[in-house]
């Protein structure tokens, strides 16, 4: 096993239901979970676990995969009609990933992009008072369920947001401008907070410039309680290698707070040209995967996995999205083709992490004093002598 800062071992004594150590036993030890975070997308899965589309393979190869589902309760979707929530249907879908022993984080509170339209007209206070309504609501309506939250994402930019296709304010844009950028970020993570007080929350970004490091550094000198930054880190245009994502690592480790990679893509197919600032305008009428493409994505992404799991400040990374069919921007970035065959990237990142970095079931033997030693990577183990069943975890 690969020399990292994710192992761990612990001497751990296995006893029979009398409590008495069961000495020169053999036993079975396997790993059942990553202390750390290895994401995706759950959205293509929704409707799989609502029983309104059959996607039973392409549960089958997430599952085989990832630990950690990031569901989509973007406002504007989630309540395109005021007062009518997709609540029950995200719920349903929340189970279907915590039933197979799925972490899961939504996805985002507070967003000036893909919010509620009805929202625009209204005036700043009513706005604000809504905001907290959402997140009240929704953050307490999935207490248990999804305790993991973006509570606040792309707030750099928020307050000098003005892309609108329509034209009209945007709403949450001017409650930022009016509040401030500290202040919205207050808004967010303390409404959000005292509705579930375990939650963690993050404050999420593709801005990784100076600016977005004063948003944060702002919001903590204002008392405002960060559990975790993340860091956006599309690669539409390339991979940003290993040093410069070390340094985006270092410098926001700064904070002594836990980084989560949050949205992580690669493209197997021709690259977006580098003069495109704002990725939502590159516009194609197909943008296909190649055998090329699939090679580079796959040892990038190894590269990608291998250097920040390497990183100690690091404690997840959700790649955005499993399939090549939906994807954002049309972009081949999925691990899967759109008829759902499997790139070398998805063969590639699976012998890392159920491979590599994972301990199958291995026969074990107990020591004079019923001791066994389990060292892997941190996370749950299981125990298994007979029909005695121990749980540990590796910290």
Do not use: C
């Amino acid at each position: 096993m690969t020399p990292s800062p994710r192992t761990a071992a612990a001497d751990v004594v296995v006893t029979s239901a009398e409590g008495t150590p069961l000495a020169d036993r053999e036993v079975v030890v396997e790993q059942t979970r990553h202390a750390f975070g290895f994401g995706n997308i759950g959205f293509e899965l929704v409707p799989h676990a609502n029983g309104e589309a059959d996607l039973s393979q392409l549960a089958e190869d997430w599952l085989g995969l990832f630990d950690t589902a990031t569901l989509p309760i973007y406002w504007g979707d989630f309540e395109p009609q005021r007062g009518h929530p997709d609540t029950a249907r995200l719920l349903t879908a929340a189970r279907w990933f915590a039933d197979r022993g799925v972490r899961l984080k939504g996805h985002p509170l507070v967003w000036h992009t893909v919010k509620a339209r009805w929202l625009d007209p209204l005036p700043s206070d009513e706005v604000e008072r809504l905001i907290r309504e959402r997140v009240t609501r929704e953050v307490g309506d999935f207490a248990g369920l999804i305790d993991t939250w973006d509570a606040i994402n792309e707030v750099a930019i928020m307050p000098v947001f003005e892309n609108e296709p329509d034209g009209v304010p945007n709403a949450v844009s001017r409650l930022a401008r009016e509040l401030g950028r500290t202040g919205i970020v207050g808004l967010a993570l303390d409404t959000a907070r005292a509705a579930n007080p375990d939650a963690t929350l993050l404050i999420n970004d593709f801005d990784l410039s100076a600016r977005y490091e004063r948003v944060i550094e702002d919001a903590l000198e204002a008392g405002v309680r960060i559990d975790a930054i993340g860091l956006q880190t599309h690669m539409h245009q390339g991979y940003r290698g290993e040093e410069q994502l070390l340094e985006i690592a270092d410098r926001f480790a700064r904070f002594g707070l836990p980084l989560h990679f949050t949205e992580v893509s690669l493209v197997s197919g021709d690259l977006m040209p580098p003069e495109i600032e704002d990725l939502n305008d590159y516009v194609v009428d197909s943008w296909p995967s190649t055998p090329e493409g699939e090679a580079r994505q796959a040892d990038q992404l190894e590269s990608l996995y291998r250097t920040l799991t390497g990183h100690p400040a690091v404690e997840a990374i959700t790649y955005w999205g499993i399939t090549d069919a939906g994807a954002w921007l049309g972009a081949p970035i999925g691990l899967l083709r759109s008829d759902g065959s499997r790139k070398p990237s998805y063969e590639r990142l699976r012998g890392l992490i159920r491979d590599e970095w994972w301990l199958p079931p291995t026969t074990m033997r107990t020591d004079a004093d019923g001791r066994v030693r389990v060292t892997g990577w941190k996370g749950e183990y299981r125990i298994t002598a007979g029909e005695q069943v121990v749980d540990v975890e590796l910290t």
